[in-house]
């Protein structure tokens, strides 16, 4: 009796797997896993520290190799921005500079205004329930 739950057990696991594989296969499966959101608090307190001290830096929030600088530019407009030139290398990263409200390549001398323009830019919003929110699923045309 054992050795036939067992084995029942083993082909279970088999078509399960099998199904499994055929579905991947098929196209039609839709993943859940990660998200391209990222949620960073709550746009009013995040704005008061932004319009204080510059552009909020985040390492590689959602570690799929893009960090980001989330800037305060308009009461209503917020904007996400890679560190990285487009271009240049990795070792190439803009730094903010609080005097002339820019960003600032060291690598090509080149200055980005402070809505990020020439820089890869994503949707940076706040949502309605007030939180400050990244979509870093598609840049910015």
């Known amino acids: 009796m054992v050795i036939l739950s067992a084995a029942a057990g083993v082909v279970v696991a088999v078509l399960v797997f099998a199904a499994i594989v055929s579905l991947v296969g098929s196209g039609k499966a839709k993943s859940k896993l990660g998200s391209n959101v990222f949620r960073i608090g709550n746009g009013k307190d995040q704005a008061v520290i932004v319009d204080r001290n510059g552009p909020l830096l985040f390492a590689d929030p959602l570690e799929k190799g893009r960090d980001i600088y989330v800037n305060h530019v308009d009461p209503n ?3 996400a921005v890679e560190v990285h030139p487009p271009g ?3 070792s190439c990263t803009v730094k903010w500079s609080s005097r002339s409200h820019t960003f ?27 939180d400050l929110v990244v979509d870093l699923h598609q840049p910015l045309p």
């Open 88 to 90: 240049e290398s990795k």
């Open 104 to 130: 600032h390549d060291p690598c090509s001398g080149r200055d980005y205004p402070a809505d990020g323009a020439g820089l890869v830019r994503y949707r940076a919003s706040i949502d309605k329930s007030g």
């Open 77 to 79: 407009q917020w904007v």
